[in-house]
């Protein structure tokens, strides 16, 4: 049987986290160290970490409490090393940092293509949002049709399909799934909400530049929010995976 052979950042950490257990470095029961120490002792994001701790809960070799840690709950052999590796796929930061990227510059060209019928569908799908949120409804519904009508309004096709991979993608991954089931509120998603009217705002504006600022820190207050709520011990940790903001830099020069 070849062996695994990690080709993703989180894979690779949870590959030297799987080989430890194998080795004896830890028993069942044991708790990992934080998160933090984790990160730091191998060079890595906290959003690697996380994604690497999530790899290992599909492979039911440790539990999240959360609010106390990351507990063993099984010892690996060596050939469940090779043959039981978590499937290929990205993980959920990984799909938001890629999302940011690209919807952050659908957007902006959005600004420039945007007609009145396009408008009228993003008030439709915020609307659909806001209804949502009143009813408690746990489905992203209204989220979705808003960031898919920005892509139909740059009146690219391969856009619209490209973000429309990106999305069902994430709603196929057991990573992505894994992580929500941490997250025990639906308050974040009015922030959200207030970060759609701000995009829309720019979208009826006409203003390309405002229009990809608003999306980026849209999606990086997606990003940190995640990353927060679902945290397991320590709330107080950089989850950002730019050091900077390009749009803000770009906006500058």
């Known amino acids: 049987m070849k062996s695994f052979e990690p080709k993703r950042p989180y894979q690779e950490i949870g590959l030297i986290l799987r ?7 830890y028993k069942v029961g ?15 994001s ?8 999530i790899m290992l809960e599909l492979e039911n070799l440790v539990e999240v409490k959360k609010g106390s840690g990351v507990y063993i709950l099984n010892i690996p052999s060596v050939s469940n090393l090779r043959d039981n590796a978590v499937s290929d796929e990205a993980g959920p930061f990984e799909m938001l940092q890629a999302r940011q990227l690209l919807e952050s510059n659908i957007a902006e060209f959005a600004a420039t293509q945007v007609t009145p019928g396009d408008i009228v569908k993003m008030r439709s799908a915020l609307e659909l949002e ?11 519904g209204g989220d979705e ?8 309004a740059t009146q690219n096709s391969v856009l619209v399909d490209m973000l429309k991979q990106s999305w069902d993608r994430r709603e196929q991954s057991p990573m992505w799934k894994k992580l929500h089931s941490r997250i025990s509120t639906q308050d974040y998603r009015g922030e959200w909400l207030d970060d759609h009217a701000r995009i829309l705002a720019a979208m009826q504006r006409k203003d390309p530049i405002a229009a990809k600022s608003a999306m980026w820190q849209h999606l990086e207050n997606v990003k940190q929010r995640l990353i927060e709520l679902s945290d397991i011990d320590d709330p107080n940790f950089d989850g950002y995976l730019f050091s900077s903001n390009p749009v803000v830099i770009m906006g500058g020069e």
Request: proline content about 4%; charged content about 35%.
């Open 19 to 25: 080989n430890e257990l194998s080795d004896g470095q």
């Open 145 to 152: 049709d808003f960031h898919m009508s920005i892509a139909a």
């Open 130 to 140: 806001r209804r949502e949120l009143s009813s408690g409804v746990t489905g992203y």
């Open 46 to 53: 906290r959003t690697v970490v996380r994604e690497a701790i």
């Open 30 to 44: 044991d708790r990992l160290p934080p998160e933090r120490d984790i990160a730091e002792r191998l060079d890595v």
